[in-house]
């Protein structure tokens, strides 16, 4: 049996935070609705791809899937079950907006099968959330914490962005130590990154975002800081306690096949990334049928396949191991990549150790230029 | 066909201000004498050139035949010539004109008389041609046809009582226009029996015919197998072909006799055989003595044009060949740089010239150019008394074995209404011009005349002087000779070490300025590095300004999932691509829009 990781899109919130540019928007009960139905049948129509499949993890994101009612959560996970071969072990995770969930909700959704919950708090203080435009404040965050281990959740993540305007060094710090002190199995910490359309973007030159000296001051003291309290950096922007990396993640970077369901996801079935549609009315009309929500079809050849790899795998902080190149490929890295490892070793944005390929703190800062090199 | 009779023959050619409407005017000549259908037409059917038509200026002089039946019954060849209206492109004019035994003047009937209407009349009258003015666009609002009309009187001092008044857009008049050159254009002269006298006037490339000539037969007669001699390349060829233009094709035909205007095709693939200017002859049977040709055009400002990507040297080379061809003003000569590699140091007329070789290399021979500063000729007295004429500043010798430097001046004439008189004169001081008077054409505009520093207008003068009299001032030139000054050379350093490409000849006083914003300039455009990159100006060993790109920290996308991947993958493919088409200078990765930025320091 091989082995895939689901990821299912819920593209609901209640509003839109100012900068954020994934799928989602505001919508009403009648469209969620709807849209429950129509993942269910998305989740039935595409099980027959996958009958020699085994699911290791499954991730709901959004979008703010915690938004759905319980029997929302808990009606695609027994959807997912009926269809697809769900390992005894997976790791199913369900990103919670805080100020969207009750104790009852947590419990129910622990109840469904969901063993681990990412939190999106994203600060500490309450008036950089309202610049964010976040629908919740600190104390809501606490609450939220609070129940999810009162639901018995021994596996929880915590997201915090970095280089927001007014931020400095020091209240940076401040913040990070106060959710370090909480001691959740995971915290991924982003830098915040300014997307085009957002009002974040638009705004860039009125709101006092940290030069990029300090921004990066914030990175490093984040590693070191979150290393005081016992969390590994596993890869640019994700830290845990050992043992509880996120394994639907590292599918990702390590080139694992996985299946994206709902509006907008995006899927590496074999050879092939493709993507559903983004239009709700279509989704909603075709999702049965696989073939009519599917666009943006990539086919990866040997060398896209060996790029990705490289560029992937050098996200995470243990880079790549040579020997499993050559075991994918049957081709040593060297041969293939020898020139580009040579340069960035040489500027000291590379390190070569024990048969492994991967960045240096300096190389984790300036990974697009290393990583841009190693595409066809 | 039959015999061509010389008296029914008029060769004359269109002059004018740009805009003033000479295309359109040749576009509703074709039209009328029915060389093409209405359907056929399309706007400025003569600029063919994609170049020509985007910015609606003449860039090639360009011929058509066409026949006419006049009033008095007869029917007539006219040989048209639409010249570039340009003062840069005054030598394509003066070759047109020594085609021709006329000129039509236009004149635009609201604008009146402008900077070019002069400077291309003076031409005509070099060449004793007769001038016959036309007042076009009667049909504007604004038009003032008989203000315009004492205009030319006073100003020109030619008759202008009669001349046909014309909407060339709507076709209002313009047969009173042919029957202006049938009736006053002399019909060539020339013994179709004599040896062969013709002029070169123009030739182009075909990848078929070989080099396709434009002449005028002068004396004797042309046909297929005359074998041609050219008086001054001494290249002997057997003619293939000859005919005649028609609007857009040629059309071949039995013999150009005389007084006529054609192409000749000889399977000639040298293109440097057929020089413009130079005269043909039958090597049987020669003219006594060549035709006295054209003024040699110089160059008056020069830059380096490199091929982006060092393999298309080749094509560069190729088409710099075929373009001067058909220019012999284009000048140039293979050069080396540091920081762009092989290409060229080309010579231009003047900065629009430059412009115009530049786009056309790029769209006709598909080539990615940088060029840099563009630079005139100085002259350089060194210590042991010999002088250099210094095209490439990287040539300019040691300061301390230079006497003293010359720079070229001109006298500028500027004409502009008299609202923005105050601002063109300050532009004119910022540019160390001299004023020398300043006189009212009519009561709302005025000529500035001014001594200029030609390099100094060659830094977008003439945009520059646009934007300040909104559109509203011309301006022509014209070289007066050398004049003494205090000249330096600025040489612009990249992480200590000097960029040839950059580097230029500044007046002394402008220095730091030029200096200063300079490296504004490169650290704006530069982009972060692995490493700390000082920019620095310095003349001789002494740094005047210094600005410093800091070494990149951040280069990162924080977030990468599954839905992103695809749109991250692309992210760094366009970062790979823009590496790409950086030029590398030691260490440091320069971005190729560097060197045409710095070009346009002036802005703003």
Not at chain 1, 17 to 35: G, H, M, T
Not at chain 2, 547 to 563: H, N, P, W
């Given at each position: 049996?091989?082995e895939?990781k689901?990821?299912?899109?819920i593209p ?12 989602s928007?505001?919508?009403d ?5 709807r849209?429950?139905k129509?993942?269910?049948a ?8 996958f ?8 991730f709901?994101?959004?979008g703010?899937?915690?938004?759905l009612?319980?029997?929302g ?9 009926q269809?697809?071969f769900?390992?005894e072990?997976?790791e199913?995770s369900?990103?919670v ?17 969901v063993n681990r919950?990412s ?14 435009g976040r ?6 965050f606490?609450?939220s ?6 639901a018995g ?12 305007p007014?931020?400095?060094?020091n ?8 959710i ?14 300014l ?12 709101l ?6 300090s921004?990066?001051m914030?990175y ?10 016992g969390y ?10 050992t ?11 390590t ?8 509006l ?8 092939i ?5 983004s ?15 599917q666009?943006e ?7 896209d ?5 490289m560029?992937?795998g050098l ?14 490929f ?6 293939v990549?020898g020139k580009?490892i ?5 500027a000291?944005?590379l390190?070569?150790e024990?048969g ?13 230029m290393?990583?841009?090199e190693?595409l066809? | ?7 029914k ?11 003033h ?14 060389l ?10 003569l ?5 020509e038509?985007?910015r609606?200026?003449?860039i090639?002089?360009?011929v058509v035949r ?7 019954g007869e ?22 004109l020594?085609a021709c ?5 236009v ?17 005509a ?20 046809p008989?203000q315009?009309i004492?205009?030319i009187?006073d100003?020109?001092?030619i008759?202008a009582k ?20 049938v009736?006053?254009i002399?019909a ?13 006037f ?8 070989g080099v ?7 004396e ?35 013999e ?5 205007v054609?192409?000749?095709t ?12 130079d ?10 003595e060549?035709?006295?040709?054209y ?25 710099l ?8 003003s ?5 050069e080396?740089?540091?920081a762009?590699?092989?290409?060229y140091?080309?010579g231009f007329?003047?900065f ?5 070789i530049q786009?056309?290399l ?12 563009p630079s ?15 095209t ?5 010798p ?5 006497e003293?430097?010359e ?11 008299t ?19 300043m006189e ?30 909104r ?7 014209e ?6 000054s205090d000249?330096?050379?600025?040489n612009i ?8 490409a950059?580097s230029f ?9 030029r ?6 300039k ?10 700390e ?5 310095a003349?001789g060993?002494?740094i005047i300004?210094?600005?410093t790109?800091?070494?990149?920290r951040?280069d ?13 993958k ?35």
């Amino acid at each position: 049996m091989k082995e895939m990781k689901l990821y299912v899109h819920i593209p609901f919130c209640v509003r839109k935070c100012n900068y954020c540019d994934f799928l989602s928007f505001v919508a009403d009960k009648e469209i969620q609705e709807r849209y429950l139905k129509a993942l269910e049948a998305e989740i039935v129509g595409g099980s027959k791809a996958f009958m020699d499949y085994e699911v290791s993890t499954v991730f709901i994101g959004g979008g703010t899937p915690s938004l759905l009612e319980a029997d929302g959560i808990e009606g695609i996970l027994k959807r997912l079950k009926q269809n697809y071969f769900i390992r005894e072990e997976a790791e199913i995770s369900v990103e919670v907006n805080p100020g969207t969930v009750s104790e009852e909700k947590l419990k129910r959704y622990r109840e469904s099968g969901v063993n681990r919950i990412s939190f999106g708090c994203q600060s500490t203080l309450n008036e950089e959330l309202k610049s964010l435009g976040r629908i919740h404040t600190f104390e809501e965050f606490m609450e939220s914490w609070e129940f999810a281990r009162e639901a018995g959740f021994k596996n929880i993540n915590v997201d915090l962005i970095s280089g927001l305007p007014g931020q400095d060094v020091n209240s940076w710090e401040r913040s990070l130590r106060e959710i370090a002190s909480l001691s959740p199995e995971h915290i991924s910490v982003y830098s915040l990154i300014l997307e085009e359309g957002t009002p974040f973007y638009e705004n860039q030159e009125k709101l006092n975002f940290p030069d990029e000296d300090s921004e990066r001051m914030m990175y490093e003291s984040t590693h070191d800081i979150l290393a005081v309290y016992g969390y590994w950096q596993y890869e640019i922007s994700n830290y845990s306690k050992t043992g509880y990396e996120c394994r639907h993640n590292l599918g990702y970077w390590t080139g694992a096949e996985y299946w994206g369901i709902g509006l907008g996801s995006s899927s590496l079935i074999g050879n092939i990334r493709f993507r559903n549609t983004s239009d709700m009315k279509c989704y909603l009309e075709n999702s049965y049928h696989p073939d009519l929500i599917q666009e943006e079809t990539e086919r990866l050849n040997k060398m896209d396949h060996q790029a990705e790899f490289m560029i992937f795998g050098l996200r995470l902080t243990e880079g790549v191991a040579e020997r499993e190149f050559e075991k994918k490929f049957g081709i040593p890295l060297r041969q293939v990549y020898g020139k580009q490892i040579e340069k960035y070793w040489k500027a000291g944005l590379l390190k070569q150790e024990r048969g492994r390929i991967f960045l240096t703190r300096r190389g984790l800062s300036l990974s697009n230029m290393v990583m841009s090199e190693f595409l066809p | 066909m039959a015999e061509i009779d010389q008296s029914k023959i008029r060769n004359f050619c269109i002059i004018a201000h740009i805009d003033h409407g000479k295309s359109t005017l040749a576009d509703r000549i074709i039209e009328m004498t029915g060389l093409l259908t209405q359907r056929e037409m399309q706007d400025q059917v003569l600029d063919n050139m994609d170049l020509e038509r985007e910015r609606g200026i003449t860039i090639k002089a360009q011929v058509v035949r066409t026949v006419y039946k006049a009033k008095d019954g007869e029917e007539y060849i006219l040989n048209m010539i639409d010249t570039p209206g340009h003062v840069d492109f005054h030598y394509e004019v003066s070759r047109s004109l020594a085609a021709c035994d006329g000129s039509l003047l236009v004149v635009d009937a609201a604008q009146g008389i402008e900077a070019q209407t002069l400077s291309n009349v003076y031409l005509a009258l070099e060449h004793d041609l007769d001038v016959l003015p036309i007042i076009n666009k009667i049909d504007l609002p604004s038009a003032k046809p008989k203000q315009v009309i004492s205009e030319i009187e006073d100003v020109i001092g030619i008759e202008a009582k009669e001349a046909p008044q014309i909407s060339a857009k709507t076709g209002q008049n313009v047969d009173s226009v042919l029957e202006e050159v049938v009736q006053k254009i002399p019909a060539p002269a020339g013994d179709p029996g004599a040896p062969l006298k013709a002029l070169i006037f123009g030739s182009v490339y075909d990848s078929y015919k070989g080099v396709i000539i434009s002449a005028r037969i002068m004396e004797g007669t042309v046909k297929r197998g005359t074998k041609i001699y050219m008086m001054a390349t001494k290249a002997v060829e057997e003619v293939v072909e000859v005919g005649y233009f028609g609007a857009g094709k040629m059309i071949p035909c039995e013999e150009l006799p005389a007084g006529m205007v054609g192409y000749i095709t000889a399977s000639i693939k040298n293109v440097s055989d057929t020089r413009v200017g130079d005269t043909i002859t039958d090597n049987c049977r020669p003219c006594a003595e060549a035709l006295p040709g054209y003024k040699k055009m110089n160059p008056m400002v020069y830059c380096g044009i490199y091929p982006s990507d060092g393999a298309k040297y080749g094509v560069l080379r190729d088409a710099l060949e075929k373009l001067q061809l058909n220019d012999a003003s284009l000048f140039y000569e293979p050069e080396t740089s540091m920081a762009l590699g092989f290409g060229y140091r080309c010579g231009f007329l003047g900065f629009l010239h430059l412009e115009i070789i530049q786009e056309r290399l790029k769209r006709e021979y598909n080539l990615d150019l940088i060029t840099t500063a563009p630079s005139v000729i100085y002259k350089v007295y060194r210590i042991d008394g010999s002088c250099i004429e210094l095209t490439n500043p990287s040539n300019l010798p040691h300061p301390s074995e230079i006497e003293y430097m010359e720079e070229p001046l001109v006298k500028a004439k500027i004409i502009v209404t008299t609202d923005f008189v105050g601002p063109i004169m300050q532009l004119c001081e910022e540019r160390r011009g001299q004023y020398q008077s300043m006189e009212y054409i009519e009561q709302t505009r005025a000529v500035l005349h001014y001594y200029l520093p030609l390099n100094e207008i060659i830094y977008d003068f003439f945009g520059a002087l646009q934007s300040r009299s909104r559109g509203y001032a011309s301006f022509d030139y014209e070289m007066m000779g050398y004049e003494r000054s205090d000249l330096v050379k600025l040489n612009i350093l990249v992480n200590r070490e000097e960029v040839d490409a950059l580097s230029f000849i500044v007046y002394k006083g402008s220095a730091y300025e030029r200096g200063k914003k300079m490296c504004a300039k490169l650290k704006e455009e530069i982009p972060r590095q692995l490493f700390e990159i000082p920019i620095q100006a310095a003349i001789g060993s002494k740094i005047i300004a210094r600005e410093t790109v800091k070494a990149m920290r951040k280069d990162v996308l924080a977030k990468c999932y599954g839905g992103d991947i695809s749109r991250k993958k692309k992210l760094l493919e366009k970062q790979k691509k823009g590496k790409k088409r950086m030029s590398r200078i030691g260490n440091v990765e320069i971005p190729q829009k560097v060197f045409m930025s710095a070009l346009k320091l002036d802005e703003k």
